[in-house]
Nanobody
Framework: QVQLVESGGGLVQPGGSLRLSCAAS????????MGWYRQAPLKQRELVAA???????NYADSVKGRFTISRDNAKDTVYLQMNSLKPEDTAVYYC???????????????WGQGTQVTVSS
């Protein structure tokens, strides 16, 4: 069974840093884009950052210059380094990946279970 497992969330003071990790496991043939989304209370889920298998990246304007997404294709893992955190970054962060389970099969959307990030003094 293919799944995404996140780690690294927690409570941090404004201006602090956190690093999120998300590892894909199971029967995986290929992973295309991987990314991070977040959802704050009473708000819609939004894209934070995404990275293709070739390393091209895309960021939400609100995190540019503060967050960095990276991936280790050998480990099927994506990371999100978050610096200069602000209270408005507080949300549940979800890992996402487009994965194919066998040759010739369609890519499907997979989501992690979410990890809470709270920025507060």
């Amino acid at each position: 069974q293919v799944q995404l497992v996140e780690s690294g969330g927690g409570l941090v003071q404004p201006g602090g840093s956190l690093r999120l990790s998300c590892a894909a496991s199971g029967s995986i043939f290929s992973i295309a884009t991987m990314g991070w989304y977040r959802q704050a209370p009473l708000k819609q889920r939004e894209l934070v950052a995404a990275i293709t298998s070739g390393g091209s990246t895309n960021y939400a304007d609100s995190v540019k210059g503060r967050f960095t997404i990276s991936r280790d294709n050998a480990k099927d893992t994506v990371y999100l380094q978050m610096n200069s955190l602000k209270p408005e970054d507080t949300a549940v962060y979800y890992c996402h990946a487009d994965m194919s389970e066998k040759p010739g099969s369609w890519y499907k959307n997979f989501w992690g279970q979410g990890t809470q990030v709270t920025v507060s003094s």
